[in-house]
């Protein structure tokens, strides 16, 4: 294998038959190239064809009522200021994209990109599982339907094949008082996560949580939900000591590592922190407050 | 072969898949004004436009560009009369050793062409992407309100 990057075709399909052909046509040995600022960082020597999917039609937002249905060419910049993601809780969206890096690489990277490359301290994805969004997938073959929680395979390792193309988000409407939170937790605002963590609450007319769901990153190989913290929230009135509780629940859910940005015990003392922060925020936005 | 649009300009250039639209500028076109600083994505120091926004042109391949716009740092002045944001930039003492200088202030040009009337806040975060080694932002910050202020007067562009 060579030793550096050296693709030797560059490809610009204008269509989505056309990158899939490609894709199935190259298998392995091809990559798919969106906003480039993974890519082109990592230049992955045993890439032989660059399939630049950026003139693809699939940089669009769009709300049919029923799904918010996301394009997975969308940069950060077109997710941080679209006009949908104002208020209720797809308002997170908008303000993990501000959180995500400095302007440039937020005119650059896409949403599938940061997804795809399945880096454990990505912002996007706890998001988007808090959300309960699934991913569709094409191929040749047909399309398929994954949820953000099946679709992790393991450190920059996804379910997706080397001939299919990740092409939309789907998030369902969120019932009534719901409420979302984000938060990264970084050297600067624009840094990679050390820990990041998102909240989504759900409350019945009489204050009684209906639906709980944590997940947070850079603590995994992939990013988790925190599934026993949730269940302590459900059905339960969320008080002070609840939140407490849940948060340190959350914190032993975590498998952080210890690396050169900071140490295991470290990450898994700020999830509880993180979690905390994004339930409180939460709870507030759910009530309206 | 691809055509690239840089400044108004279209030039023909012959590319390897790989080349970065850095390379192209710098080492093709003979445009130096973009710098390869840290090549990863995180000085900002290759910044240009393309589209009007603000890339990392170290990250993005040539053969992307084709169709695109771009505006590199020798594309503001106008003959010898030099861009409001240069001559801010000259006359607050915002460059040091220049480095940054080009990079940030197309990512400023980029905001004062959307936003004439920036706040502090929002300058600081247009300049988020644009690393400076020298001395700080505190002077290329204050350049950028006062370019602002001087073409809301409708001092040029």
């Known amino acids: ?289 | 072969m691809i055509k690239l649009n840089v400044n108004g300009e279209i030039h023909e250039v012959r590319v390897k898949p790989y080349w970065t639209l850095l390379r192209v500028l710098r080492n093709e076109l003979g445009l130096t004004g973009a710098k390869l600083g840290c090549g990863r994505g995180e000085c900002g120091a290759c910044t240009v436009l393309m589209d009007g926004k603000p890339i990392l042109s170290c990250l993005t391949l040539a053969a992307r560009a084709e169709g695109k716009k771009i505006v590199t740092i020798e594309g503001l002045a106008e003959g010898l009369k030099l861009h409001p944001l240069q001559e801010a930039f000259i006359k607050n003492g915002a460059i040091q050793c220049g480095f940054c200088t080009s990079g940030m202030i197309l990512s400023a040009k980029a905001l004062l062409d959307r936003n004439l009337n920036p706040t502090e806040e929002e300058v600081r975060e247009a300049l988020s992407g644009n690393l400076c080694r020298c001395t700080g932002y505190v002077k290329p910050v204050k350049a950028v309100l006062e370019a602002a202020e001087i073409m809301r007067k409708g001092g040029s562009r």
């Not at chain 1, 490609?22 to 040995?29: F, I």
């Not at chain 1, 990109?113 to 990505?122: D, E, R």
Request: hydrophobic letters at 40%.
């Open chain 1, 1 to 289: 294998m060579r030793k550096f990057f050296r693709p030797r075709e560059y490809f610009k399909p204008e269509t989505l038959e056309e990158a899939l052909n490609l894709l199935a046509k190259y298998g392995e040995s091809a990559r798919p190239i969106a906003g480039g600022t993974d890519l082109l960082v990592k230049k992955p020597p045993e890439v032989e064809y660059l399939i630049d999917i950026a003139s693809l039609p699939l940089d669009y937002i769009k709300n049919d009522g029923e799904y918010l249905k996301i394009g997975s060419l969308s940069t950060f910049h077109s997710i941080e200021t679209s006009s949908l993601f104002k208020e209720g809780a797809y308002r997170i969206l908008a303000e993990s994209a501000h959180d995500f890096g400095q302007a440039t690489v937020k005119n650059m990277a896409t949403i599938g990109g940061n997804v795809c490359s399945a880096v454990p301290s990505a912002d996007f994805p706890p998001v988007l599982m808090v959300l309960d969004a699934k991913a569709k997938i094409v191929s040749l073959a047909g399309e398929r339907i994954v949820s953000m929680e099946e679709f992790f395979a393991g450190v920059r390792k996804t379910v997706l094949r080397s001939d299919e193309l990740l092409v939309e988000f789907q998030i369902p409407k969120p019932p009534p008082h719901t409420g979302a939170a984000f938060y990264k937790l970084g050297r600067t605002s624009v840094d990679i996560a050390l820990v990041n963590a998102a909240a989504r609450i759900t409350l019945r007319s009489d204050g009684v949580c209906e639906d709980a769901r944590i997940a947070l990153g850079a603590v995994a190989p992939t990013p988790i939900r925190a599934k026993g913290a949730e269940k302590l929230l459900r059905k339960k009135e969320i008080d002070e000591a609840l939140v407490e509780e849940a948060s340190q629940t959350a914190s032993e859910e975590t498998k952080p590592i210890s690396d050169v940005r900071s140490s295991a015990e470290y990450r898994k003392e700020m999830s509880k922190v993180l979690v905390k922060r994004v339930l409180q925020k939460s709870l507030k936005r759910a009530k309206g407050e």
